[in-house]
C-alpha cells in the first residue's frame, strides 16, 4: 500500500503552498484537499497566466492528476461552482466527499455579524463564513454535501432551525431564507454538483491500495490551528499534518514525506499575535517587493521578519522532512535580513511557543543581505551570504530547506 505525501504551512498562512503543490502535482496521481474553506487562497503562475484557487485542489493544473476535497473542508457551493468555471471537463477528475460540510450564505452573515458585534475585539475573519460553518459541524446542526441529493428535505432543515433559533438571527439582523429560494438555491447546487459528490474515504482506501501516488494539501498555516496556533486568532479547523488523516479518512500510517512550506520572511492576515513584525520601512518594503495583498480578500498582510522559534514548534507538530523555502527573492536587496531568535516574555528570554503570544518581543539576529536571488535555479549559484542565511536557518530549526523558490514562476525553483 502506498503512503500519501503531504503538505503544510508552517507560518500564518500564505505562505506559497499552491505553487509547491502544483509543482509536486506533476508526479503524483491524486492531490487531496483535507481542512479549510474558501477563506484561504493558492495563487499559482504558469507562463503569463495566473490562477487563484480557494477550494479546487491545486492539481487541478496537472490534467493527468484527480483531484479530492475531504470531509474535512467545509465547502461554499455558489463559491466552488464559480471557481469551477475556470476549468473544462471536470468530470472523472474531481471528487467532493458526500461528508464535506457545507458553507452556505447565512453562514457569512452570521460570520460578519459577530464580527460587528465584537467592535475593536474582533478577531480579523475573512468574513466568509467559515467559523459559523465549524460552529455547526461542531454543534451538530450543520449540513453536509450528501443532503444536497435531495434538496427539499434539506430546505425543511434548515427552515426549522432558523424558526428554533429566531430570537438568536433577529439579534444579529440575520433575516431567515425564503423558504422556496432556499429550495431554488439547493436545486441549482445539486445539478451541477451531483456528479461529483461520493464516499471519498472509500475512494482513498482504494487508491492506496492500488499503489496511487496521493499528495495532500490544507489551507492556511500551522500558527493558525485551532489548537496549536495563536488561539482565539486562528481559524476553526486543524491546519496540522494530523488534520490531514480526520479531514480525509486516513491513519498516521498512510502518511509519508511532510514538506512544510515557509516563506523566508513572515507575514500574517487579520488580528493577533506577530512577535516577528515590522511596522517600519523595512515591513513596508517586504509588503511591496513580496505583493502581500491577501488572494481571497486583497487585505494588505502584516509583515515581518523570519520567526525561528516559531518554525522550530511547526516543524514538531507536523513532524516535517524538509521545508521548502518561499520568496527568497523578496530579501534580495535588504542591506540586512533579521531572524527571530528567540522572545521576551514577563523579561525572561523564552526560546518556544508559549501560551500565549500577545506579550512576547521578539529577539533578532541579524545577516548580510544580498543583491538578487531572482530566478536563480541551482543552490551553487545563490549569493553567499544568501546561502549562509539559508544553512543558518537550517540549523535553527533542525530540518533541511530541500525545496527554495526565487519567484513565482514554475521552473525558478532550487531542488537539494
Given amino acids: ?247 480525509l479518512g486516513l491513519n498516521p500510517k498512510d502518511i509519508g514525506k511532510v514538506t512544510g512550506i515557509a516563506k523566508a520572511y513572515c507575514t500574517r492576515v487579520g488580528n493577533g499575535p506577530f512577535p516577528s513584525e515590522d511596522f517600519g520601512a523595512e515591513g513596508d518594503k517586504l509588503r511591496e517587493n513580496g505583493h502581500e495583498f491577501g488572494t481571497t480578500t486583497g487585505r494588505p498582510r502584516r509583515c515581518g521578519w523570519f520567526d525561528a522559534v516559531a518554525m522550530r514548534h511547526a516543524v514538531r507538530v507536523n513532524g516535517v522532512d524538509q521545508v521548502a523555502l518561499m520568496k527568497l527573492d523578496v530579501l534580495d536587496g535588504f542591506e540586512e535580513v533579521k531572524v527571530c531568535v528567540a522572545y521576551e516574555v514577563d523579561g525572561k528570554e523564552v526560546n518556544y511557543v508559549p501560551y500565549d503570544l500577545e506579550d512576547a518581543t521578539a529577539i533578532y539576529k541579524s545577516f548580510p543581505g544580498w543583491d538578487k536571488t531572482e530566478g536563480v535555479r541551482a543552490f551553487d549559484e545563490l549569493p553567499e551570504t544568501a546561502k549562509s542565511y539559508i544553512e543558518a536557518l537550517e540549523a535553527m530549526i533542525g530540518t533541511k530547506m530541500g525545496i527554495i523558490s526565487t519567484s513565482p514562476e514554475r521552473e525558478d525553483t532550487i531542488i537539494r
Fill in 1 to 247: 500500500m502506498s503512503k500519501a505525501d503531504l503538505i503544510v504551512g508552517l507560518q500564518w498562512g500564505d505562505e506559497g503552498k499552491g505553487k509547491i503543490v502544483d509543482h509536486m502535482a506533476q508526479t503524483h496521481d491524486y492531490v487531496c484537499r483535507f481542512a479549510g474553506g474558501h477563506n484561504a487562497g493558492h495563487t499559482i503562475v504558469i507562463g503569463d497566466k495566473k490562477y487563484a484557487l480557494h477550494l479546487i485542489p491545486s492539481g487541478v493544473l496537472n490534467p493527468k492528476a484527480k483531484n479530492v476535497v475531504g470531509n474535512g473542508v467545509v465547502l461554499s457551493p455558489v463559491d466552488f461552482i464559480k471557481e469551477m468555471q475556470q476549468f473544462d471537463n471536470l468530470e472523472g477528475r474531481l471528487f467532493l466527499s458526500d461528508k464535506a460540510h457545507m458553507l452556505l450564505p447565512y453562514h457569512a452573515l452570521i460570520d460578519q455579524a459577530k464580527e460587528r458585534m465584537k467592535g475593536d475585539k474582533a478577531i480579523g475573519t475573512t468574513g466568509k463564513g467559515i467559523g459559523p460553518a465549524y460552529g455547526d459541524k461542531v454543534a451538530r446542526v450543520g449540513h453536509r454535501l450528501g443532503e444536497l441529493l435531495d434538496p427539499a428535505k434539506m430546505t425543511e432543515k434548515i427552515v426549522s432551525f432558523f424558526e428554533m433559533n429566531k430570537p438568536l438571527f433577529d439579534a444579529m439582523g440575520v433575516d431567515a431564507p425564503i423558504e422556496a429560494d432556499l429550495l431554488a438555491e439547493l436545486e441549482g447546487y445539486k445539478k451541477i454538483l451531483e456528479p461529483f459528490i461520493c464516499d471519498t474515504t472509500q475512494l482513498m482506501w482504494k487508491i492506496m491500495d492500488e499503489e496511487k501516488k496521493i499528495l495532500l494539501e490544507g489551507a492556511q498555516g500551522t500558527m493558525l490551528d485551532i489548537d496549536h496556533g495563536t488561539y482565539p486568532y486562528v481559524t476553526s479547523s486543524s491546519t496540522v499534518s494530523a488534520g490531514a488523516c480526520a479531514g
